[in-house]
């Protein structure tokens, strides 16, 4: 079946830094991805609809210049989450669709910023 | 403003009886709804979904309700198992094409033997 290999699983950073997150579709192409997060003990919620070869679209109150998406090809996706700080500490999750009723999601990246 | 809500933040079962989990929805151009499973620190399987057309699907252990004049859905497992123990989110799109989810808070379920 469709697989999405979201890396890396878990990152721990320095407040002030920079981490990548990448999310392949590994057997499919996926011209559009999603970016949730998810704070413990609540829902996911959709940060920005990544669009292959054009710009992120955004949800309201998601800032798109600390969170910068790229989707150079049919199956990369990246997230930066730049000059983290201790609260964007979080679960984030891609997803994209393959065609097959529902969303096949990664296995997300478990971020904590120190 | 939460559109999908799951009231019931957790939910406990016994083995082989069956496992009813409740979601509620607010926006009446919702038209397609879908159930996923989740682990700890693993990303959300795909479970079932439902098209408004419809008002049930099935597949295997898993049926799906879709009360459109309540706004209403429910999963429905049975025979429940010990491997259904998860985290339960409902979702929600205004078109089967739009892409674009809105998920529940969940429901910790807890298949006990």
């Known amino acids: 079946g469709a697989v999405v290999s979201q890396h890396p699983s878990r990152v721990i950073c320095k407040s002030g830094t920079s981490v990548k997150i990448e999310c392949r579709s590994l057997?499919?192409?996926?011209?559009?991805m999603f970016w949730y997060r998810q704070f413990p003990k609540q829902s996911l919620m959709l940060m920005a609809t990544?669009?292959?070869?054009?710009?992120?679209?955004?949800e309201q109150g998601v800032e798109k210049d600390k969170f910068l998406i790229n989707h150079a090809s049919l199956t990369l996706s990246t997230l930066t989450v730049t000059s983290a700080h201790p609260e964007d500490s979080s679960f984030y999750i891609c997803s994209a669709r393959d065609g097959r009723p529902g969303y096949t999601f990664g296995s997300g990246t478990r971020l904590t910023v120190v | 403003d939460q559109q999908v809500k799951q009231n019931s933040p957790s939910l406990s079962v016994q083995e082989g009886r069956i496992s009813i989990l409740n979601c509620d929805y607010t926006?009446?151009?919702?038209?397609?709804f879908l159930w996923y499973k989740k682990y700890p620190a693993e990303g959300p399987t795909f479970l079932i979904s439902?098209?408004?057309?419809?008002d049930k699907n099935e597949d295997g252990r898993f049926t799906v309700f879709l009360n459109k004049s309540a706004k209403h859905l429910s999963l429905h497992i049975v025979p429940s198992q010990p491997g259904d123990s998860a985290v339960y989110f409902c979702?929600?799109?205004?078109?089967?094409?739009?892409?674009?989810?809105?998920f529940g808070q969940g429901t910790r379920l807890t298949i006990n033997p």
């Open positions: 979702a929600a799109s205004a078109s089967q094409g739009a892409q674009k989810l809105v």
């Open positions: 990544s669009n292959e070869g054009s710009k992120a679209t955004y």
């Open positions: 057997d499919f192409q996926a011209t559009t």
């Open positions: 926006n009446s151009m919702f038209d397609y």
């Open positions: 439902i098209s408004s057309i419809k």
